[in-house]
Each structure stands twice: as structure tokens, then as C-alpha cells.
Nanobody
Framework: QLQASGGGLVQTGDSLRLSCTTSGITFTNYDMGWFHQPPGKEREFVSSISSSGSGSSTAFAGSVKGRFTISKDNTKRTVYLQMNSLKLEDTAVYHC??????????????????WGQGTQVTVSS
């Protein structure tokens, strides 16, 4: 089970940190991803962090590179998405996802087996 939290209403340039707490999976064996779904659009890849055993490699969508960071705390079984310099186009429902480690295609939402319920991020001017 994945539980995402931390969304809210912020202004452009502000920061937010999303959290995704997991249960029922061996956290250190799983790749974790963040996806978002802007209004009227398809779900899109935002960021991922690979399993601890594979080196916790990170990846980011081009639109968020340099503004967002991803991290995790194995003791808390939680992955974080730190979002800085938020823009209007970051407005979306953000979902966390998990999959047993697989070394490839971190961007495809269909490669993730477990999903959280989503948390709304709204950026206003």
C-alpha cells in the first residue's frame, strides 16, 4: 500500500515536499516513481529512484530537472519529492508508484505495479 501526502495550494516560485509512505512491500527491493496528471492530460513521468540494492539511481523528466529532487528514507519506508521553484504547469495530481526492481524504462507508468491514491498540487500566480 502506498500513501501519498504533502500536496496543497501554493504560488509560483514556492516549494512543496511530497511524501509517499509504503507498507506491505520490501521497500529496499523496489524502484519508486512519481507521476503526475495535469488537468485534461495523460499521466506523465516526473521522477524515479531505483532500489537501494541497485544504487538508488535517480531520473527526472526534463520539465522538472534542476527544480525537483527525489530521495528516500529506508527506515521510514518513505520516498520524497522535493519540488522547488514551482510553476503553473506543475499543477496536477501527483501519484507515487512502486515496482520490484527492474533495470530499465523508469518512465513507463505501466511498468509499476503499485500506486498511491494521489495528492493534489495546485500552483497559482
Amino acid at each position: 500500500q502506498l500513501q501519498a501526502s504533502g500536496g496543497g495550494l501554493v504560488q509560483t516560485g514556492d516549494s512543496l515536499r511530497l511524501s509517499c509512505t509504503t507498507s506491505g512491500i520490501t521497500f529496499t527491493n523496489y524502484d519508486m516513481g512519481w507521476f503526475h496528471q495535469p488537468p485534461g492530460k495523460e499521466r506523465e513521468f516526473v521522477s524515479s529512484i531505483s532500489s537501494s540494492g541497485s544504487g538508488s539511481s535517480t531520473a527526472f523528466a526534463g520539465s522538472v530537472k534542476g527544480r525537483f529532487t527525489i530521495s528516500k528514507d529506508n527506515t521510514k519506508r518513505t520516498v520524497y519529492l522535493q519540488m522547488n521553484s514551482l510553476k503553473l504547469e506543475d499543477t496536477a495530481v501527483y501519484h507515487c508508484a512502486a515496482r520490484r526492481h527492474w533495470p530499465g524504462n523508469y518512465f513507463g507508468s505501466d511498468t509499476y505495479n503499485y500506486w498511491g491514491q494521489g495528492t493534489q498540487v495546485t500552483v497559482s500566480s
